[in-house]
């Protein structure tokens, strides 16, 4: 059972344009997520997170979006770089569990 | 900060060999640490975590052990391994601070089983 799931496996912006990559949940215990970024042979880096209490945090050009009544969140790109082109992850958690659930990625490819 | 090492970083093994690779902590002490397993095209799976010395929990029954002799050290491990054991091999240890929670990952160790 799949309790994080990321249905695009991959996704093509122009250099500039802004990048949506999206993630949906089934678990309404859930109430902490987190994106990570992840380059081939590397281990998974931590980009931006958002509690449940909260409908949207913004960090940089990095802001994620969270939809609780839909269990949908989405991280948003603006502007999107060509170094940004990697596998990026949602994850989700249960405060107190312990236990991250990640999603199965999209493959993000920014063109120059 | 913390920070995570894994080795090796890559390991070519026949089926049928033993396994064990090491994760070590810097910066923390009595980490909750886990292993995650990324096959080929895939998403993180959960294989294990611990939160603390010799607590272990396993997440899918598998040919694969894990193991926490120490506080900031854990292991990996397999008796005979399986050609469905290659894949990308990380550890990562959470982190909580004021309600804000992350894991910080270690740089991997790349499994091919022959």
């Known amino acids: 059972d799949q309790q994080v799931k990321q249905n695009s496996p991959s996704l093509s912006v122009q250099e500039g344009r802004i990048s949506i990559l999206n993630c949906d949940y089934t678990?309404?215990?859930?109430?902490?997520f987190l994106w990570y970024k992840k380059y081939p042979a590397e281990g998974p880096t931590f980009l931006i997170s958002?509690?449940?209490?909260?409908d949207k945090n913004e960090d940089g050009r990095f802001t994620v979006f969270l939809n609780k009544s839909a269990k949908h969140l989405s991280l948003h790109i603006v502007p999107s770089q060509p170094g940004d082109s990697a596998v990026y992850f949602c994850a989700a958690i249960t405060s107190g569990t312990y236990k991250y659930i990640f999603g199965t990625g999209t493959r993000l490819k920014v063109l120059a | 900060s913390q920070t995570i090492h894994q080795w090796p970083a890559t390991l070519v093994q026949p089926v049928g060999s033993p396994l064990s690779l090491e994760c070590t902590v810097e910066g923390t002490s009595n980490p909750n640490l886990y292993w995650y397993r990324q096959a080929a095209g895939r998403g993180l799976q959960l294989l294990f975590y611990s939160v603390g010395i010799g607590q272990i929990s396993s997440e899918v029954p598998q040919n694969l052990s894990a193991s926490r002799p120490q506080d900031r050290q854990f292991i990996l491990s397999s008796k005979k391994l399986l050609l469905s054991d290659s894949g990308f091999y990380l550890c990562a240890c959470h982190s909580e601070r004021g309600g804000f929670y992350e894991q910080y990952f270690g740089p991997g160790t790349r499994l091919t089983v022959t």
């Open positions: 958002i509690s449940s209490i909260k």
């Open positions: 678990n309404s215990m859930f109430d902490y």
